[in-house]
């Protein structure tokens, strides 16, 4: 466990902890929050979006990087996921690759339960021998 207290990491969480309370989860009832700092020190955040045609949903992480995306910017510095409980909410494998997309093995991962607690983690350890073309 490590206690990761920054004043951008507390930026992070209150970002995706309001996206979180604005999450559409009625068919799991499972309300993630998640929230990046990028490249320019701007801030974007998103929660996840379910759909009755489940396979259509979106995860937090996947709105979060389309803002930063839309924004201009184009690295994830720090991404923060929000769970709704007191387990931690590691992102998705098919989440891990769309983050592989715009981050680097330094990139930080922090990842906080509703009760305060957070793991940081860098993204190289959550996606080891990521597929990537060299650009
Ligand atoms: N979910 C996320 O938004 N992010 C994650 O990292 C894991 C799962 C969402 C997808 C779905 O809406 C709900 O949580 C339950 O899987």
Redesign the pocket.
Known sequence: MTLNLTAEYKMLLALASKAQKN?H?P??N???G?AIIDENAQLHAS????NAAYPL??????GAISAMIASGSKQIKQIL?ASPNDDF????GG?RQKIAEFADAQTEVHLATKNGQVKTVKFAELLPLAFGFET
């Open positions: 999450a989860a068919y799991s499972f309300q993630v998640a929660c996840n979006v379910e949903g979106q995860c937090a992480e996947a996921i909410c590691p992102p998705c989440c």
